[in-house]
DNA sequence: CGCGTAGTTGAACTCCATCAATGTCAGTGG
DNA sequence: CCACTGACATTGATGGAGTTCAACTACGCG
């Protein structure tokens, strides 16, 4: 996985959050420009009926809580340890500033969040939720450092739930279901082995492979 | 409903779309920027089962087809007669450059396509199609220039359809449920007055109101 | 006028949400 | 070290909402 990161770290300070510590808050001013290092981050909303969502997942590399409208839409939570630059928005713009005038690195970078609402947008349009779960992992286990086909995979089926909009039992069998068909293994819940890429891809592109 | 545009019609050329025509494609390499000065824009993928998606609907002061990734993600169709301004990625990246440094007036427009998918999850990650239904005609409703409760709604419910992720059945039969529930009337396929707005929140809310 | 596309309606079925019970695991304090 | 606790995961049974299929209608446009 290569990353490109925009701010300086010895400039800023570099912080650190422990799972389940909250970067930022939904509804708060926009004053913060958040880059990613390490780790991964959990974009949470609450409804006003107390209606919990995942709007997105976010790694290293990642830029959250861009000042595009006046207050963060979302919480920024981290799901497992993580380390970020926290930066001022008016730095940020004076940032965004130098790199418009050479090349689009920075505007690649400030595409992170916009990827992540398309993304959870393309997940949640599947029909089934077993092609779901399938286009879910691939689409994770693409941004974790993952040496072999073994990844760590600290998600809880919550946080997933609330992601794909489906609900936590629907995701334990879904996840049991790609398990017995060998395309998947989880020696620990925090534990991925992809047996079966080709056979995950195929599931997620249309779930009739459900023999 | 304010509009604030940020290119110079008499620098570009002013251009025009009639319905079902496209603005650009989806693969192709993103080297203009469009910014909507009239009219309803979808943003429709194909995906490799033929399988079509709305991923967003787009208007009047709207930025769309941003340099944020190499290739277009979506094809641009108007869905009514539509006005444009097309503007090569290089000098709009100037543009940018110049309100980095003075205020955040760019950046919000910038937002527009971020804001689509965003809503687009919001709207698909309700539990039921009623309340999905009604939020998606609120969500249009604030953008479309209403006078008085009366507004052109020139959306097929095929489009509605791929864009919440139902089938267009499921459309009809919502609107159908809405209208006998007196929150909304459709003299035509393309008027929709809304008569109890407050009803429509309560149901987009949460659809429990389904006497 | 006739054709094609979009919308409408009904009936059957499927899949997922829901509820409830149980299991598992990590952390805590006795 | 073990019991206790709470959060998360698992599993089964049930019902209901939405898909699907099919037939029919309405509308716009040549």
Partial sequence: VQVHFSLNQSCSLLRNAHPGQTLFRQGDDCDHVFELYSGIVRGVTISEEGQRKVVGFFFAGDQIGLPLSRSYRFSAEAVTEASYV?????????ALFDSCSSDR???????????????????????????????????????????????????????????????????????????????????????????????????AQDGLAAG
């Fill in 86 to 94: 926290r930066q001022a928005e008016e730095s940020w713009r004076l």
């Fill in 105 to 203: 690195n920075m505007l690649r970078l400030i595409s992170a969040e916009q990827d992540a609402f398309y993304r959870r947008g393309e997940l949640m349009s599947c029909r089934n939720v077993l092609s779901q779960t399938a286009a879910f992992l691939l689409s994770i286990i693409d941004r974790l450092a993952g040496q072999g086909n073994r990844v760590d995979f600290r998600l809880s089926q919550i946080d997933i739930a609330d992601y794909l909009a489906i609900s936590p039992e629907t995701v334990c069998r879904s996840l049991r279901r790609l398990r017995e068909m060998h395309a998947i293994e989880m020696p620990t819940h925090s534990i991925l082995v992809v047996q079966d890429r080709e056979m995950l891809e195929t599931i």
